[in-house]
């Protein structure tokens, strides 16, 4: 996702950018009252930034909830010159939206819905909701990967400009020589990737199997299949 300013980035942009809706769609809901910046009423051109709590309230008929499983290659939204997403390459029988994000080389579990209500709670940190993921690196791990990892790890800011930070404690279990898999409680852009980063090793394979009790189960690359009682 594309770097908040300080001054901000218009509402529908930042909708966009969280996987809530395509621009276009975001001013549909602006304009119907159903979209809130701290608790009031966003009007069309407004800013804010990830300080502030932007919300997408109202009744949704009609909720639909889908199991996901992005094939490598495919971005989540937003696609440039050249690329797939989601959409474009998976047919729902009513037109959703993804909740978070992987990224264009990951693979593995998104949830998909047409309820704008559900993704506050299924996104915020503040929620804790586990996700867990199946990794493998390109070199053995050491000894101490483990316990790195799960205390912890300072990732730098990146040469892109994108803020570093310490990772909040985690669930660590080794799988193989170069493979682990990782329970996080927290989704910062390309976390896991920039972890390993820090600590040396470089993702080769990354897939998402769990978002809180909903699991990857059979879905093969490209499949989904549809749940009922999200919340």
């Not at 310490?166 to 990737?193: A, H, M, Y």
């Not at 980063?197 to 989904?224: C, D």
């Amino acid at each position: 996702m594309e770097e908040t300013t300080k001054s901000g980035v218009r509402v529908n942009k930042y909708l966009a950018d969280k996987g809530l809706a395509t621009r276009r769609e975001a001013d549909v809901l602006v304009t119907e009252g159903k979209v809130f910046v701290n608790g009031k009423k966003a009007v069309l051109g407004q800013k804010v930034t990830e300080k502030d709590k932007v919300e997408i309230r109202g009744k949704q008929k009609d909720a639909r909830y889908f199991l996901y499983n992005k094939p490598r290659g495919i971005v989540t939204t937003n696609p440039e010159t050249g690329e797939k997403d989601i959409l474009r390459t998976s047919k729902f029988p009513v037109k959703v939206f993804p909740i978070g994000r992987l990224d264009k080389e990951s693979t593995g579990l998104i949830i998909m819905t047409n309820d704008g209500r559900i993704t506050k709670e299924l996104l915020s940190p503040e929620f804790e909701h586990e996700k867990e993921y199946a990794v493998s690196v390109d070199k053995l791990l050491r000894k101490d990967f483990r316990d790195k990892i799960e205390h912890g790890v300072k990732v730098p800011e990146t040469s892109q400009g994108k803020e570093g930070f310490i990772s909040k404690p985690c669930k660590v279990k080794i799988s193989g020589d170069k493979s682990f898999t990782i329970i996080l409680t927290e989704g910062k852009n390309r976390q896991i990737r920039r972890m390993c980063e820090a600590l040396g090793y470089k993702v080769t394979s990354l897939q998402r199997n769990r978002i809180g009790k909903f699991m990857l189960g059979h879905l093969k690359p490209g499949e989904w299949r549809e749940i009922k009682g999200i919340k």
